[in-house]
Antibody, heavy 123, light 110 residues
C-alpha cells in the first residue's frame, strides 16, 4: 500500500527556520517525483514544486521560487520542504503527494497524498 | 487569481447529476492532461480523475471527466450526501513550467 506520512504540526515565530518531512512507503520511492501543495486557511490548493526523489532535479512554481527549498533523501525515502525565514503569511496546511505521469510531457497528476502538515507562524 | 477558472459553488439534489467546469488556455488545459481532485471537509485531497477522463482504482463510475479545447468538465451522477466536498481541477502549464490548480468548487448536495 502506497503511503506518504508527513511530520507533525508546527508552531513557529516569524523569522525562524523550518523543515517539514514526508516519508514514502509501499513503492519504489526513488522512481517517482514528489510534489508539495499549499492550502492557506479557507483557500484553495496551490502547486509549489516537485522533486525527483531519485536525484536532485527540482521544479518550482514561479510563486514559490526562492521562498522555499524542496529536497529529498532517497536513502530514507523522505522528501522535505524548508523555509529559512518564516513569515506570518506562510501559515497554511502543506501537503506532499506522489507525482505520477511525467510533467515534462504534459501529464502531471498527484496520485497519493500525505495527511498534511499544519504550519502556524505567529509572534 | 487562479490560472484555471472554476465556479465557486454548485448544488443539486441527491440522486441528481451535476457538472463542474474548469477553463484555462492553450498553455495549460488545451495541450496537457487534466486531473480532478476531491477534498472532503478536513481531509487531504484525493485523486478522482487523471489524464482527462480516467478513474483510479476504487473511484466509482459515477464520476467522469471530459475535455474540449481549453475547458474540462467533471460530471457526477447519482449524487450522494457523501459527495459534498471541494473539487479542484489541475494540470501542467507549459508557459509557467509549473503545475496549476483551479480555485476549487464547493459542491452542496441539498
Amino acid at each position: 500500500e502506497v503511503q506518504l506520512v508527513q511530520s507533525g504540526a508546527e508552531v513557529k515565530k516569524p523569522g525562524e527556520s523550518l523543515k517539514i518531512s514526508c516519508k514514502g512507503s509501499g513503492y519504489n520511492f526513488p522512481n517517482y517525483w514528489i510534489g508539495w501543495v499549499r492550502q492557506m486557511p479557507g483557500k484553495g490548493l496551490e502547486w509549489m514544486g516537485i522533486i525527483y526523489a531519485g536525484g536532485s532535479d527540482t521544479r518550482y512554481s514561479p510563486s514559490f521560487q526562492g521562498q522555499v527549498t524542496i529536497s529529498a533523501d532517497k536513502s530514507i525515502s523522505t522528501a522535505y520542504l524548508q523555509w529559512s525565514s518564516l513569515k506570518a503569511s506562510d501559515t497554511a496546511m502543506y501537503y506532499c503527494a506522489r507525482q505520477a505521469g511525467y510533467c515534462g510531457g504534459g501529464n502531471c497528476y498527484l496520485d497519493y497524498w500525505g495527511q498534511g502538515t499544519l504550519v502556524t507562524v505567529s509572534s | 487569481q487562479s490560472v484555471l477558472t472554476q465556479p465557486p459553488s454548485v448544488s443539486a439534489a441527491p440522486g441528481q447529476k451535476v457538472t463542474i467546469s474548469c477553463s484555462g488556455s492553450s498553455s495549460n488545459i488545451e495541450n496537457n492532461y487534466v486531473s480532478w481532485y476531491q477534498q472532503l471537509p478536513g481531509t487531504a485531497p484525493k485523486l478522482l480523475i487523471y489524464e482527462n477522463n480516467k478513474r483510479p482504482s476504487g473511484i466509482p463510475d459515477r464520476f467522469s471527466g471530459s475535455k474540449s479545447g481549453t475547458s474540462v468538465t467533471l460530471g457526477i451522477t447519482g449524487l450522494q450526501t457523501g459527495d459534498e466536498a471541494d473539487y479542484y481541477c489541475g494540470t501542467w502549464d507549459s508557459s509557467l513550467s509549473a503545475g496549476v490548480f483551479g480555485g476549487g468548487t464547493k459542491l452542496t448536495v441539498l
